[in-house]
């Protein structure tokens, strides 16, 4: 099995799902050290892809790239812009395909992440969404059945929640209030890790 | 929050609706309800266009520049927020005459995002487009690392120079570079009172004492140089003067400009006290002011303080700064 | 008291002192240090001169509108208190060009008793003057009593029509007249949110609580129509509309103008979303509107809170509001 | 005996010193239900007029003008103005003598409370400086000495206070402040009260 745009339009239905359901969850951690809107980013990003499900084509890059562009439409938020950077990334890499093997996923998540580092200019540590990328990146390394590859992301994930928690935030809206930002969870990290969850369902 | 609004989440369409129907003369939507402004007249054929943008809550900036000798085009994000990159690119499309298009805008995280990812999109549609960064906030980085200063006030500037020099007919790599001439040639800094209320939000940007100001401070309740009971108007003037001076020394026969800039609720009765220190100082220096400005030409809505940005201007610059241009706020 | 300012008993003559550094194309000093501004070319032969005064605080009101095409002259008091009767008759002597003066101000007892007692003063030295008194606050009086009710934000318009009819070489009779024609023609209402500190008393006008907004309040504090609960942006347009339609009904193809006016605080941004409203309504009347004004154009510093003023044109009036006008405030 | 220059400036003199006594209880009066310069209006006043004093020519209605001229220039307050109205009067009525028999002082009185009316547009009752002072112009009626005339002045503004102290103001800045007026002594009245104090001594 690999990855297509019809497995691609179950996942968004489901993420879309899950994103409504922890939108307040979302804003609340947001705003307790910046805008407050992340949750909004993120159900009205993935709601826009749902709407236009019927209309994403077989090409996988170019389904990749339709979902990009739901979320350069409904957000001006940081979040937003990242995940279609993200996914413009992952577009490039499987343009003129229909499909892409689950032991590509490794090298998709790199090259979203590559992407998403170019265009925020924050490195790896600075407690963003960008350190739980990579965590989960690394546990699926070598892993080629997409659950087993969630269950590992997910715990990546969790860890480097974990790991992140009692640090500075170093980039951001929540930079400013980086003393503030230790003991609390990066709002980034929380969204990437209720989309795990959203798929695994 | 005491604002006069209706519901917050329409606060900046409203807003829109009303400044376009009151000045039809000089704004435009790009289409029905879209939050991207264009002159009445664009596309000017031919001419090099700017364009800029950013949260909404900043009046006369962004928006408001748009106009003759000014903007040809403007994204307006929610209050305090980043417009997205479809509606940065639909202004860039919009504003386009055919001679490409400069993106004139104040170094913020999310701005800086949208609007590179926007003139990659437009690459693509074979528009042209560069990119000049405000960034003239001293109080926000050290001089080694100019670059991640935060863009203010000095955006207005940016805005009437380069868009004088679009006016002459100049091609973009001209606009740029005197766009970023302008950039590299202000300074900025500001002084806090109170803070301001987003009305999503629907609560104050920061806490602050009832006897406390803070120096340095960004438009939006970034932290500054101190915090600290409030001074007398001379004292504040008499360091952020020193502050602008230190970064950017000046010598007997250099000619400046001066905006001293209410955020909001500072009257302008206040502003023309510190003036009055500000012009003092700049004679003491030998420094010669050119067209000075007072008033709110870059607020964060009801948020009391100051800031005050010298442009440094050369034969080039001077001249394009006293061009005509005209927009519903400023008019020169 | 959250101002940036030094010693509150320097504020106007430390403000004044900016003003006119700032803006030495527009404003001077009738004499050295004194509280009396004229235009930088008074006086101008043969051309009737206007002359206003009142309180400071009101930024632009009053001294701002001093320059071509707007007033001549200006006696300026301590923040909201009016300016002595030397000062007026200075301005007055400084002013006058030989054709005589128009004291046009606001209706506030101190002030008409010095204006009025300047003007005897000024008759014993053969200067000739009249009086008209901007009486457009219809929350301050019932229309009976007209002649009782306060002057705001409609002293704009009479400054901007009465200065373009001065400019047209008119005699002293014929700028009364236009001058007259205006103020009658005006009707203002104004809303407060907050109250404003004056800073020798050091203390709020007034006290209101967090969540409420004063109906038809007066721009010192005097009180209103109604006190309650804060309302939305609509329903306070539109019991302000309501009240000035009353007052002075429009009919299908009138011609209007209308400011929609901060008394300070308030940000372009809730203007906007204001005057949107208003220009809907006035659009569902059949009233065509002419040169809108959305902005600060007549202020009690920091207050919070909005005024509109609709000035009724007739072909006459239309025509001088179009007029070129210019001061550091304000462009036509 | 009779009213002349000389005499003007003796009392003059006195009513500036009673004046700074008494500045900063004129100011709280007035700072409760208006702007709180009554006393800095009648300080600086009666001492631009102790300026001149030496200036101040022997005919009475010159000399009159030029203590009327002293609160014109000093003050733009309704007081200030009120009370150069009112010494303007006596101006007029005195011009080109170099004296006024204490007999005409209620006639001088009657002229200057007819102008100050008339500049401020008050009624008697409204409860402002002129009930004072009608009282007062009324009180030492067929009186024709300074001493006599005094205290019977001082006596009837005594009465006037008390009797409008529970009305409220109906004129000027402490009118918005009606209801809070009520129970209060009106600034105006007991500035002149201090001036018959000043006079006295
Ligand atoms: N420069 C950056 N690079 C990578 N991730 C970032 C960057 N800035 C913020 N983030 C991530 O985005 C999250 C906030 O997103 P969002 O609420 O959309 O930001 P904002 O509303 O401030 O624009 C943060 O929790 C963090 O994980
Ligand atoms: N229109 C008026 N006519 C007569 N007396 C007046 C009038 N208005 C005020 N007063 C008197 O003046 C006093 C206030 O004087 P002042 O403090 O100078 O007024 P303001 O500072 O408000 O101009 C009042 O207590 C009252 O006695
Ligand atoms: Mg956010
Ligand atoms: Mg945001
Ligand atoms: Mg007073
Ligand atoms: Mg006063």
């Known amino acids: ?201 | 929050m005491k604002k006069l609004l209706n519901d917050p989440a329409k606060f900046v369409d409203e807003m829109l609706d009303g400044l376009c129907a009151a000045h039809p003369e000089f704004y435009r939507r790009a289409a029905p309800g879209a939050r991207v402004i264009v002159r009445a007249d664009a596309p000017v054929a031919g001419k090099v266009a700017i364009v800029s943008g950013g949260g909404s809550g900043h009046l006369p900036i962004f928006t408001g520049y748009v106009g003759p000798g000014l903007l040809d085009g403007c994204a307006i994000g929610e209050v305090f927020s980043s417009p997205s990159v479809e509606q940065i690119a639909d202004a860039m499309r919009a504003a386009n005459g055919g001679a490409g298009v400069l993106r004139l805008y104040g170094n913020y995280g999310g701005d800086c995002m949208n609007f590179d990812m926007a003139g990659e999109m437009l690459e693509m549609e074979d528009i042209p487009s560069t990119t000049v960064l405000l960034t003239d906030d001293v109080a926000s980085a050290k001089p080694e690392e100019r670059q991640k200063r935060r863009g203010v006030a000095g955006m207005v500037y940016a805005y009437k120079i380069a868009g004088a020099k679009a006016d002459t007919g100049a091609d973009l790599t001209e606009v740029t570079r005197v766009a970023q001439k302008v950039a590299d040639a202000c300074r900025s800094v500001g002084a806090a009172l109170t803070p301001c209320t987003v009305p999503l939000a629907g609560k104050p940007t920061f806490q602050i004492a009832d006897d406390e100001m803070e120096m340095g401070m960004g438009i939006h309740g970034e932290p500054g140089v101190w915090r600290g009971k409030l001074r007398t108007a001379d004292q504040v003037a008499a360091e952020m003067m020193d502050k602008l001076l230190a970064d950017q020394p000046l010598a007997r026969g250099d000619r400046v400009s001066i905006l001293v800039n209410s955020l909001g609720a500072t009257p302008p009765e206040e502003l023309y006290i510190l003036y009055r220190h500000a012009a003092a100082r700049l004679k003491d220096v030998g420094a010669e002011i050119v067209m000075p400005l007072v008033g709110r030409y870059a607020t964060s809505m009801e948020m009391a303080g100051v800031s005050f940005t010298i442009c440094k201007l050369d034969g080039e610059l001077e001249g394009l700064l006293k061009a005509p241009a005209a927009c519903a706020f400023w008019r020169v």
Chains 1, 4 share one sequence.
């Open chain 1, 1 to 201: 099995m690999a990855l297509t745009t019809s497995i691609l339009k179950t996942a968004w239905t489901r993420v879309a799902a899950q994103m409504d359901a922890c939108k307040d969850e979302l804003n609340a951690l947001d705003g307790a050290v910046g805008d407050g809107d992340l949750g909004i980013t993120m159900s009205r990003g993935a709601r826009e892809v749902v709407e236009q499900l019927d209309a994403l084509p077989d090409d996988l890059g170019m389904a990749f790239m339709k979902t990009a562009q739901a979320f350069t439409k409904t957000s001006g938020s940081t979040f937003g812009t990242l995940i279609a950077t993200g996914l413009m990334a992952a577009a490039k890499a499987t343009k003129g395909r229909t499909e892409a093997p689950w032991s590509e996923m490794p090298a998709l998540l790199t090259g979203a992440l590559d992407a998403m580092k170019a265009r925020g200019k924050a490195e790896l540590g600075d407690k963003t969404v960008l350190d739980a990328l990579a965590a989960a990146r690394d546990a699926i390394q070598g892993k080629d059945d997409p659950a087993g590859q969630l269950a590992a992301a997910a715990a990546a994930v969790d860890a480097t929640l974990a790991a992140f928690r009692d640090k500075p935030n170093k980039v951001g809206r929540a930079r400013i209030f980086a003393e503030k930002t230790v003991g609390l969870d990066d709002p980034g990290m929380v969204a990437f890790r209720r989309v795990v969850d959203g798929l695994t369902k």
